[in-house]
């Protein structure tokens, strides 16, 4: 997918003016480049909605503006507010259409394995691999048919099937996805300790900001 994003160029650096353009509706970003680095400003609803979308991180952005009106680019970094998770800044990477990129892409699976239906567990340990290929050529997602896998059975990274004119980044070999078999019962009480109660796990809360913390303190 590809997409135009429209930037200004931004003269002014620092905490105070990028607060400022955050109030205007604004985003401080960087794109690099092989002509050197550029402070530019962007719309976060567009870069927002473009990273909700399947694979839009992967999409290659044709930039408008800051003198920079044709380069190709693809988002590389971004932060978000912990606590509104609204965006605070991006970086860019400029790239050559020409060339071959090294970009994350999701798994997603399909099929309902043999060890399943045999009353196995599914356990994904990968749910994203890095991938090299020319950026017209990035896929949203990747499928991995799990239908075969039977309980004890796993598919490693060099076990997928890749779409044409993908390659894989790493020279490692991990496991993605494995069917394991079924916890008994009774395994799963001997493995407690008398009057032990199983472990209930839950969401870690994000810490409190400092401000907060030393209000606390105040009162």
Request: aromatic share 2%.
């Amino acid at each position: 997918m590809e997409l135009n994003l429209a930037v200004e160029e931004r003269k002014e650096r620092g905490n105070g003016p990028a607060r400022r353009l955050r109030q205007n509706g604004k985003i401080p970003a960087v794109m690099y480049g092989q002509g050197g680095n550029h402070s530019i400003v962007v719309d976060p609803k567009f870069v927002e909605k473009l990273l909700l979308t399947e694979g839009g991180k992967n999409s290659v952005l044709t930039v408008k503006g800051a003198g920079l009106d044709g380069k190709k680019a693809l988002v590389k970094e971004y932060q978000v507010d912990p606590r509104t998770r609204s965006l605070l800044h991006i970086d860019l990477m400029e790239i050559d259409v020409t060339e071959k990129v090294e970009v994350t892409v999701k798994l997603t699976f399909v099929g309902k394995s043999v060890g399943v239906v045999e009353g196995g567990v599914l356990n994904v340990i990968a749910r994203e691999i890095d991938v090299k290929c020319f950026p017209d050529k990035i896929p949203t997602h990747i499928d991995v048919d799990v239908t075969p896998l039977a309980i004890g059975e796993s598919f490693h990274l060099d076990d997928l099937a890749l779409p044409e004119g993908l390659e894989k980044a790493s020279h490692q070999n991990p496991t993605i996805v494995t069917v394991v078999p079924p916890a008994k019962e009774e395994e799963m009480q001997a493995s407690l300790a008398p009057g032990a109660e199983p472990e209930v796990l839950t969401e870690k809360k994000e810490e409190a900001p400092a401000e907060a913390k030393d209000e606390k303190k105040d009162k």
